[in-house]
């Protein structure tokens, strides 16, 4: 599978703050990239580089085959859905849509086929006539991603378009571009800070922190076997539980105080020395409620029902943490229950570079 | 208790309390006291001079007289010609009318660029129009009239329009930069993945935008332009001498009686058009500043 877009050594400085340094990212063609991230990770000013918006100061930017480091945006083969919609007020939904091709001279009939195309694509045939002021936030989103439609765009950039949203039209717009993507096969990139959106959009995802990426996989990956500390912390709702203590080599466990965890079933990449300080990480869906030999006590401290999942604090060795049951478990504040550690499926890091071992 | 009676406690407030009374005597005195100098102006301009001569400066003309206004409109002199404000009228909105045009345009093009195409040094160019917008023009005067006269439009109507232009350069740039910076930046981004370059992008989606801006802008300049008094005494020259020269001639006369009913006439004819403009427009004005033109 060829290259949709390639980013080079990409680095970019706003003044003397170091944005993007030495940035690599291969997108395959009609992949879906998500670039994920807190706020000020880099993943916007990435994206507006890529779009041409942005003048990098080094590196290199090649979409489609054509090096367009240095050409207008309006030659490097992309639409973009900003945040704002952006839609032009003063011009009608059907005027906002043919903008581009307007400004390339397009005759006109090619222009009414386009836009019937799109506007059928996106069910907003209706609203064709309408200014952007009387239509509603799903719509406006809608509009925006037709405007990239129209112009034939081969790689589409979205930058945090349903942040503006409430919940239950960002979860059905969701769909609706991943349908779209499905339908369309375009390469797409996508900038979010919401990790939801992210594992459920993309084919890839790439986890940025301050202008470098962190890890580059896929969602299943990402969530499973997460890169470093940061990356296991930033993924998932309700968030991964992380107890601080030493590595003993002698019988292969994870202490903390005088609690001992086999890791027999761990898989290391990298096996630590002895004593060595170490970060365990085990999701809240990974540890069970079981009666065996393994399995320790603990009492129930706050109790946080979610309807489809129940969460359960408890705390080990004074480090709280949480557990994921069923919405339908009837544990009860100050009850005492056994729980085992997945640790197959548990996390461990080095403490001080962070990484996974 | 269960009340199945449901009453907020006690009678709802009353909206005109002794305060508001209060408030309300002191603006209508302040707009009194404001409307004052046309009242007096308006009234005397319809005494006829022996009237004026018994001093009553408040009281309402006895006999009306209105011969004062033709003759301050056509007769009145002005110097050696004695053609009255007719000619001051056309040549106020030869100058005003281009004036106002060229440099509501290049303002707009000046903040469009310093808002959007942030090139390197802009924010110290803006510093300059900001600094630009608080030297008196006094200074400016006469290093103007040397260039003006070296390029040959001085004393002519170019000459005018183009000072004009640029003292009204400053504070248009500022304003248009202004409301421009408030309008979210995506859309200019939009514009250009959408193919627009500098003047595309400027007619089809800004100027669309602009139109309580431009409407603050023009007020300022036709209101600014049009009372105008020193620039077009020096650069406008005596073929293009606006109406606010031609007045002051009438009022300065140096020999014979000074017809205070005809000076009043006079000024009023003068102040006419940027009081209707502000009178027209004045919920424009707001709602541009609104918009914000001041702010930022």
């Keep these: ?357 | 208790m269960i009340s199945n009676n449901i009453e907020a406690s006690g009678p709802r407030p009353k909206h005109l309390t002794i305060g508001r009374i209060g408030l309300y005597c002191f603006i209508i005195t302040c707009a009194l006291f404001f409307l004052m100098p046309l009242y007096v102006m308006i009234i005397t301009s319809l005494k006829d001079m022996d009237e004026i001569r018994s001093g009553n400066l408040l009281y309402i003309p006895q006999k009306l007289s209105f011969y004062s206004w033709p003759k301050a409109w056509s007769e009145a002199c002005t110097g050696f010609i004695c053609e009255g404000l007719r000619p001051g009228l056309i040549n106020s909105l030869k100058i005003t009318i281009p004036s106002v045009i060229v440099s509501v345009t290049l303002g707009a093009i000046n903040g469009y660029a310093l808002a959007f195409w942030r090139f390197k040094g802009a924010y110290f160019f803006f510093g300059l129009c900001l600094f630009g917008a608080f030297i008196p023009y006094q200074v400016m005067v006469y290093p103007l009239l040397k260039i003006e006269s070296a390029i040959g439009i001085y004393s002519s109507l170019p000459g005018i329009i183009l000072v004009h232009t640029i003292f009204g350069m400053p504070i248009l740039t500022l304003i248009f930069r202004n409301f421009y910076s408030s309008l979210p930046i995506d859309l200019f981004k939009a514009a250009r993945i959408d193919g627009g370059n500098f003047l595309k992008i400027f007619f089809y989606v800004i100027i669309p935008m602009s139109t309580p801006i431009t409407i603050v802008a023009v007020i300022l300049q036709v209101t600014g332009i049009w009372n105008d008094f020193l620039l077009g005494l020096v650069f406008a020259g005596r073929d293009n001498q606006p109406m606010t020269v031609l007045l002051n001639n009438i009022v300065q006369v140096k020999f014979g009686v000074v017809e205070y009913n005809v000076d009043m006439a006079a000024t009023i004819l003068t102040s006419i058009l940027p009081l209707a403009v502000y009178l027209l427009s004045g919920r424009w004005f707001v709602r541009g500043i609104a918009a914000g033109a001041i702010k930022g």
């Design chain 1, 1 to 357: 599978m060829n290259n949709s877009v390639e980013v080079k050594k990409l680095s970019f400085n706003y003044g003397k703050v170091e944005i993007l340094k030495n940035l690599d990212l291969d997108i395959k063609d009609g992949e879906f990239m998500v670039l994920l991230g807190p706020s000020g990770c880099g993943k916007t000013t990435l994206l507006n580089c890529i779009a041409g918006l942005l003048d990098l100061d080094d590196g290199q930017i090649i979409i489609e085959g054509d090096n367009v480091t240095w050409k207008e945006p309006k030659d490097r083969h992309i639409g973009m859905v900003f945040q704002s919609y952006a839609l032009y007020p003063s011009m009608s939904v059907e005027k906002n849509l043919s903008f581009g091709l307007r400004m390339s001279n397009t005759p006109k009939n090619i222009i009414s086929e386009k836009i019937d195309k799109a506007s059928e694509l996106l069910q907003i045939k209706e609203l064709l006539h309408r200014k952007p002021s009387q239509l509603s936030g799903g719509q406006r989103q809608r509009v925006a991603i037709g405007r990239a439609l129209v112009r034939d765009a081969k790689v589409f950039l979205f930058d945090e378009p349903l942040s503006n949203l409430d919940a239950k039209l960002r979860a059905e717009l969701r769909y609706e571009i991943k349908k779209l993507h499905r339908d369309l096969g375009n390469t797409m990139i996508y900038v979010t800070h919401d990790q939801i959106e992210a594992m459920t959009l993309a084919d890839r995802i790439a986890v940025m922190k301050n202008g470098v990426i962190q890890q580059l996989d896929s969602p299943k990956e990402i969530y499973n076997k997460p890169s470093s500390l940061f990356v296991a912390d930033f993924i998932g709702s309700p968030s991964m539980n992380f107890f601080k203590g030493k590595f003993i080599s002698s019988n292969n466990s994870f202490a903390l105080n005088n609690s001992l965890i086999n890791l027999n079933n761990y898989q290391f990449e990298h096996k630590p020395s002895d004593q060595t300080d170490i970060v365990f990480g085990i999701r809240p869906e990974d540890i069970s409620v079981s009666v065996s030999k393994e399995s320790m006590e603990f009492k129930i401290e706050l109790i946080e029902p979610m309807g489809a999942d129940t969460l359960i604090w408890l705390s080990f060795e004074d480090t709280p943490f949480s557990v994921r049951l069923e919405g339908s478990s009837e544990y009860k504040l100050g009850d005492v229950i056994n729980i085992k550690f997945d640790i197959k499926r548990s996390s461990i890091f080095d403490k001080k570079t962070e990484l996974r071992l």
